[in-house]
């Protein structure tokens, strides 16, 4: 029954995102949404693959030509954040932990031409991202990776790669 409740949620805010965005948003009409929230500029565009579903608040923001596209039979898992002024693609049969951050885009401190470094962020499908983790811009993720917990990435990560981030604890 919660299931059928959870589907029942989301095709109402769907419709809505139908009416508000228009074209500019491109999904099935079944998902498990739940505690989503999307924000779409003028330029902005969503292409959601099925059966997405989530545990708790995800953030979707797509500001100025920002393009978001996710995969089918993704599962995000509570608290994610994903903003895109450029394009962040995540494929199919992705799971992604708690507290993540995806932006595809830096502040551009140095320079005052333009506010912001606008590239890409893509993940290949079948990739597990672990709790606590930031994909920042230009970071391209290949099929069947698993990203540890509490990793930054940014750059190149090869196919069928474990990326962790070796720490130190330091006690003074």
């Avoid at 069928?160 to 070796?166: D, I, L, M, P």
Wanted: with cysteine; hydrophobic share 35%.
């Amino acid at each position: 029954m919660n299931q059928l409740l959870r589907v029942a949620k989301s095709i109402c805010k769907i419709a809505y995102w139908k009416c508000r965005y228009g074209s500019r948003v491109k999904t099935s009409w079944v998902q498990g949404f739940d505690h989503v929230s999307l924000e779409l500029s003028k330029g902005g565009q969503v292409v959601l693959g099925e059966k997405i579903q989530n545990r708790g608040n995800i953030h979707l923001i797509c500001e100025g030509n920002g393009r978001l596209e996710i995969g089918g039979h993704v599962f995000f898992n509570t608290n994610a954040c994903i903003t895109s002024l450029g394009k962040v693609q995540i494929g199919d049969y992705c799971k992604l932990g708690n507290n993540l951050v995806i932006v595809d885009h830096d502040h551009n401190f140095k320079n005052q031409d333009s506010e912001y470094l606008i590239g890409e962020v893509k993940i290949g499908n079948r990739v597990w991202v672990g709790a606590n983790c930031t994909i920042l811009k230009g970071a391209r993720i290949g099929d069947d990776c698993v990203i540890a917990a509490g990793s930054v990435v940014r750059g190149e990560v090869p196919t069928g790669t474990v990326f962790y981030q070796k720490r130190e604890n330091v006690m003074k």
